[in-house]
């Protein structure tokens, strides 16, 4: 029989082994350099069905490079699994929508939130978006809900200048760095959380002026 001061040694052991595992497990994961990349645009015309229709043989003239900097940023948004937090000022990239509609029929759980006065804009897609059962708020004040990035499964960053907008794609001088930083990461996750509470549809007011005077 195993005396009862060995299974106490025994089990202090067991502990300090996983304690020191998990110790070592945040040391590496501090020392780890974040992942980082920079895309800038514009960037010519291309075609992306080989991403965004997998296994479709595609003849159209136009190019079919997956190197260039949309290519790269379709890839990223593809990776999603769990979530997609998309957080854009204005977006009418046809692309780029029909991406996250995939995302969106795969069960990602995708969040948009947009600028009021230029969600029905021309070439808009959020009216696509919301559609297809994408969860989609605006703001509703005064100034511009100015942001540009995307969180993709609440562990890479999608963020810079660029509009998601073809003019932007194919003729702006633009920039986006995609990080997996868990720094930017919290920060950019508690931005998007704040914002999609304060657009909370149930907190809208619609006739803020009536409402002010009492009428």
């Not at 009216?127 to 509703?140: D, E, F, N, P, T």
């Not at 499964?153 to 986006?176: C, F, H, K, P, Y």
């Not at 509470?197 to 149930?202: G, I, N, R, S, T």
């Amino acid at each position: 029989m195993v005396p009862a001061v060995s299974w106490r040694l025994l089990g202090l052991s067991a502990v300090l082994v996983s304690l020191g595992l998990e110790l070592m497990y945040r040391l590496l994961q501090r020392r780890r350099r974040p992942k980082r990349e920079v895309l800038f645009f514009p960037t010519p015309l291309i075609c992306t069905e080989p991403l965004l229709s997998p296994g479709l043989l595609c003849s159209c003239p136009l190019p079919h490079s997956m190197d260039g900097p949309l290519s790269r940023l379709l890839l990223r948004l593809l990776q999603a699994r769990r979530s997609l937090e998309l957080c854009v000022f204005t977006f009418s990239s046809p692309p780029l929508a029909r991406a996250v509609l995939l995302l969106h029929d795969r069960g990602v759980r995708v969040r948009v939130i947009t600028d009021s006065d230029y969600m029905a804009a021309s070439g808009s897609q959020i009216g696509a978006l919301r559609k297809a059962g994408v969860a989609v708020r605006h703001s509703q004040s005064s100034g511009f809900m100015h942001h540009k990035f995307a969180v993709v499964d609440r562990s890479v960053v999608i963020t810079g200048s660029m509009n998601w907008t073809m003019q932007a794609i194919q003729t702006n001088r633009e920039n986006l760095l995609i990080t997996d930083d868990g720094v930017c990461v919290q920060a950019y996750m508690e931005e998007f959380e704040r914002l999609w509470e304060e657009y909370d549809p149930a907190g809208y007011s619609f006739f803020p002026e009536e409402d002010e005077n009492g009428s």
